[in-house]
Antibody, heavy 119, light 110 residues
Framework: QVQLQESGPGLVKPSETLSLTCTVSGGSLSSYFWSWIRQPPGKGLDWIGN???????NYNPSLKSRVTISVDTSKNQFSLKLSSVTAADTAVYYCARAESHGLWYFDYWGQGTLVTVSS | QTVVTQEPSFSVSPGGTVTLTCGLS?????????PSWYQQTPGQAPRTLIY???TRSSRVPDRFSGSILGNKAALTITGAQADDESDYYCVLYMGSGISVFGGGTKLTVL
C-alpha cells in the first residue's frame, strides 16, 4: 500500500520561503506524477503543481513564478518550495500521487500538513 | 484561466438521489478531461471516489456513480446516507500534466 507523508515547518514568516517534503513509502516514485495541492482554511482545494519521477514539472500558472518542485528518487521523496509567502499562503498542504497511465487522477494522498504564514 | 464550476451547496434527503455537476467556464466537459471526484470530510484528506468519468475507486459503494450529463461531468449519489454529508470536489485534466479543481460542493443530508 502506497503511503505519503508531508513534513516541514508549520510556521513560516511573511516574505520567506515555505519548504515541504513528501516521503513516499510502499512504492517507487517511478512512472508517476507527484503533486502538491493546498487548501486554505475554510476554502477549496487548489492544485499547485506536479513533478514526474524523471524531473519534469508542471505548475499552476497563478503560482508558477513562486513555486519549485523537485524530486529525490534516492530518498523516495519530492519537495515543494514556495517563495515570498504571504498570509494568503496559509493552508493545509497535501502531497498526492497522480495516476497517469492512460488516465489521470489522484489515487493516493498524504494526510496534509498545516502551514501558517505569520510573523 | 480555465475555471471549473460546481454548485456551492446542495441538500438531499436520506435515501434520496442527488446529482452534483462539474462544468467549465468556457466549453463542454468530455471524457477527454478525465473527470474525477473526491469526497472530503472536515479535518480529513480527500478520498478518491470516481476517476476517468465513471470508474469507482476501490471500496467506494456502488451508490456513487459518475457520468457525463450534457456538457458537464456528474456525480450521482443514489440512496444518500447520513455519512455522505461531505464536501465533493471534481478535478479536470487540462493536458500537459495540469489539473484544475472545481470549487467544491457542500452536500447536506437532511
Amino acid at each position: 500500500q502506497v503511503q505519503l507523508q508531508e513534513s516541514g515547518p508549520g510556521l513560516v514568516k511573511p516574505s520567506e520561503t515555505l519548504s515541504l517534503t513528501c516521503t513516499v513509502s510502499g512504492g517507487s516514485l517511478s512512472s508517476y506524477f507527484w503533486s502538491w495541492i493546498r487548501q486554505p482554511p475554510g476554502k477549496g482545494l487548489d492544485w499547485i503543481g506536479n513533478i514526474y519521477y524523471s524531473g519534469s514539472t508542471n505548475y499552476n500558472p497563478s503560482l508558477k513564478s513562486r513555486v519549485t518542485i523537485s524530486v529525490d528518487t534516492s530518498k523516495n521523496q519530492f519537495s515543494l518550495k514556495l517563495s515570498s509567502v504571504t498570509a494568503a499562503d496559509t493552508a493545509v498542504y497535501y502531497c498526492a500521487r497522480a495516476e497517469s497511465h492512460g488516465l489521470w487522477y489522484f489515487d493516493y494522498w498524504g494526510q496534509g500538513t498545516l502551514v501558517t504564514v505569520s510573523s | 484561466q480555465t475555471v471549473v464550476t460546481q454548485e456551492p451547496s446542495f441538500s438531499v434527503s436520506p435515501g434520496g438521489t442527488v446529482t452534483l455537476t462539474c462544468g467549465l467556464s468556457s466549453g463542454s466537459v468530455s471524457t477527454s478531461y478525465y473527470p474525477s471526484w473526491y469526497q472530503q470530510t472536515p479535518g480529513q484528506a480527500p478520498r478518491t471516489l470516481i476517476y476517468t468519468t465513471n470508474t469507482r475507486s476501490s471500496r467506494v459503494p456502488d451508490r456513487f456513480s459518475g457520468s457525463i450529463l450534457g456538457n458537464k461531468a456528474a456525480l450521482t449519489i443514489t440512496g444518500a446516507q447520513a455519512d455522505d454529508e461531505s464536501d465533493y470536489y471534481c478535478v479536470l485534466y487540462m493536458g500537459s500534466g495540469i489539473s484544475v479543481f472545481g470549487g467544491g460542493t457542500k452536500l447536506t443530508v437532511l
